[in-house]
């Protein structure tokens, strides 16, 4: 079974800070890491994905995150966060072998005060 | 290439009623899923389906809920006898195959009264 675990239900930065956002997998094999962020009342955005290759994946937005395996973890970084980046972030895992369910964290939301 | 398509948007529901939530997936995408987002949770996979076939529908609750996708057309989420904990907030993505990525829709937003 895979599953995922985004330890913090919020975090809070100041604009201009470095924004950090927790996530840990647990799954079969190698795994496929994603991230979405959610704005109020919007579906699902799609920020970047780690299949396979570097450990350090830039997405949109500025955004980038790190694959680290000995950790089972992904977490989500940018280096100035902006009021503009307040929404709920998802960390998501799927097995590459035969299974295609995704599986996603509870969410973390970020706020970032002007 | 218009992303997934939900519609509506918004939908409710008095307590009894039926909801038919439609996906339309992304231009030459044959793979779709469906997922619930409950109130302050993560979502949560529901059912899989391919042109005409469910291939897993091991997330749907065992009853009202049912799913198809038919060989033309959207795929369709059907509730019946709609309660209070249906509310949520359901999510369609779509693929082209079996790769790792799925695009997501915006969602439809169900309220049951």
């Known amino acids: 079974a895979q599953s995922v675990a985004q330890p913090e239900d919020q975090v809070n930065v100041a604009e201009g800070n470095p924004l950090t956002v927790k996530c840990t997998y647990s799954?079969?094999?190698?795994?496929?890491l994603f991230w979405y962020v959610q704005y109020p009342n919007r579906g699902l955005q799609f920020l970047l994905k780690y299949i396979t290759g570097d450990n350090l994946v830039k997405g949109s937005y500025g955004f980038e995150a790190e694959f680290n395996k000995s950790q089972t973890s992904f977490h989500l970084k940018k280096p100035s966060a902006l009021v503009s980046d307040s929404a709920l972030y998802f960390c998501?895992?799927?097995?590459?072998?035969?299974?295609?369910?995704?599986?996603f964290g509870a969410g973390t939301t970020v706020t970032v005060r002007a | 290439n218009a992303g997934v398509m939900q519609n509506p948007r918004h939908l409710v529901r008095r307590r009894g009623q039926e909801a038919r939530l439609r996906c339309s997936p992304m231009?030459?995408?044959?793979?779709v899923y469906w997922y619930r987002q409950l109130p302050e949770e993560g979502l949560k996979f529901m059912v899989y389906?391919?042109?005409?076939?469910?291939?897993?529908e091991s997330g749907m609750p065992k009853e009202r809920f049912s799913a198809e996708f038919p060989k033309e057309g959207p795929s369709i989420l059907r509730i019946q006898q709609v309660v209070r904990g249906d509310s949520a907030a359901y999510f369609c993505?779509?693929?082209?195959?079996?790769?790792?990525?799925?695009?997501f829709g915006q969602g439809t937003r169900l309220t049951v009264v």
């Open positions: 998501a895992v799927r097995q590459p072998s035969n299974d295609y369910k995704l599986s």
């Open positions: 389906l391919q042109k005409e076939n469910i291939i897993d």
């Open positions: 231009k030459g995408h044959s793979h």
């Open positions: 799954v079969s094999g190698n795994p496929y």
């Open positions: 993505a779509s693929s082209p195959g079996g790769g790792p990525e799925a695009f």
